[in-house]
């Protein structure tokens, strides 16, 4: 019985996001990634656990890595630590800076109308790269 194709998914809400955060993931610098719980919920989709492989798109949609789920948790906004802030790369990787791209892509890029409340739930997943796919 052949295993199931891994979700196929890109970084962010834009081309040039997805591509500069997948940059980060094959540079051995971003490790983690945080989502809205909100956002799952309105779309419908099924929150990742470890072990889940899912396929990285760049922002052309290209298939460009593929990686491996090792921890997912949710917490409130408020409660994301510097440790999860740092491992996924972005910017000066601390927690102040976390808190103000995320607040703002919240708001402006939710799918379900719901934005951004500092309480929020957050899934908080931590993942491994497999497999760099070069590009051509």
Partial sequence: MPEQVPEAWAFGAEPAQADELLALVLAGIKSAT????????AEGEPLPTAGDLSILLDGRGEPRAVIRSTDVHVVPFRGVDAEHAHAEGEGDRSLA??????????????????????????????FTLVHPVPSS
């Fill in 34 to 41: 945080a989502s809205s719980l909100w956002d799952y919920e």
């Fill in 97 to 126: 800076y976390w808190r103000v791209v995320h607040e703002q892509f919240w708001r402006q890029h939710s799918p379900g109308g719901r934005g951004f409340d500092d309480q929020m739930p957050v899934v908080c997943e931590r």
